[in-house]
């Protein structure tokens, strides 16, 4: 589904004439920009991501099911692990579905 927003947006002159050498229209750098934010969060996720897969040796889901399992007793860096990790990994997964529309 397009949506067409209407803004209007004031290019100067010498800008409209680097797009027209550059073979872009304004929407593509737009695109572009867009991919490139996009592509940064994924490399942000992945790198925390690898943060704890290294540090605990092991995947986010074999660490969640270890946490969960322990009773009577808290380790409180891991518990803030656990929930730094797993919202890198979920964000990494939208991250990365955002990239598959372009």
């Known amino acids: 589904m397009q949506h067409n927003i209407v803004e209007f947006i004031e290019?100067?002159?010498?800008?409209l004439n680097i797009y027209q050498e550059m073979?872009?229209?304004p929407s593509d750098l737009l695109k572009n920009?867009?991919?490139n934010h996009i592509l940064s969060k994924i490399h942000k996720y992945?790198?925390?991501d690898?943060?704890?897969?290294k540090k605990y040796s092991c995947s986010f889901k074999e660490f969640k099911i270890e946490i969960e399992n322990i009773?009577?007793?808290?380790?409180?860096?891991?518990?803030?692990?656990l929930t730094d990790w797993e919202f890198a990994v979920e964000n990494l997964a939208v991250?990365?579905?955002?990239k598959q529309l372009f």
Do not use: C, M, R, T
């Not at 290019?11 to 800008?15: A, G, K, N, Q, R």
């Not at 690898?50 to 897969?53: D, I, Q, T, V």
């Open 11 to 15: 290019i100067p002159e010498f800008l």
């Open 23 to 25: 073979a872009v229209s």
């Open 33 to 35: 920009y867009a991919l």
């Open 46 to 48: 992945e790198a925390e």
């Open 50 to 53: 690898n943060h704890f897969k």
């Open 71 to 81: 009773k009577n007793e808290e380790n409180f860096e891991q518990e803030d692990d």
């Open 95 to 98: 991250w990365k579905g955002k």
